[in-house]
């Protein structure tokens, strides 16, 4: 039904920058909500920042600041702008997409997930 291909993702020294795209396709009438989240070995996925269909955004406390989300209603695609990278950053980074079928039901769906590494 759906589609999510990301893309991004790599190795990275502390203090540089990485840009995560993640791509929708398929059959749907709209996405509401867009984020991303990671995990890091041995820890819980968490949310790292999110943004409505409007353009409203949130961000983890612990990004604020260093990491922009953004998307491309056109293009069915969200973006995240990760700035001065921490090795405490080191994750797999998942796309989330919270959409409406054609049904107007309610479908989440994931991506494959990115590894990003923060290393010297």
């Known amino acids: 039904q759906v589609q999510l291909v990301e893309s991004g993702g790599g190795l990275v020294q502390p203090g540089g920058s990485l840009r995560l795209s993640c791509a929708a396709s398929?059959?749907?009438?709209?996405?509401?909500?867009m984020g991303w989240y990671r995990q890091a070995p041995g820890k819980q996925r968490e949310l790292v920042a999110s943004?409505?269909?409007?353009?409203?955004?949130n961000y983890a406390d612990s990004v604020k600041g260093r990491f922009t989300i953004s998307r491309d209603n056109a293009k069915n695609t969200v973006y995240l702008e990760m700035n001065s990278l921490k090795p405490e950053d080191t994750a797999v980074y998942y796309c989330?997409?919270?959409?409406?079928?054609?049904?107007?039901?309610?479908?989440?769906?994931w991506g494959q997930g990115t590894q990003v590494t923060v290393s010297s």
């Open positions: 943004i409505s269909s409007g353009g409203s955004t």
């Open positions: 989330k997409v919270d959409l409406l079928t054609y049904g107007r039901s309610r479908y989440v769906d």
């Open positions: 398929g059959s749907f009438f709209s996405i509401v909500t």
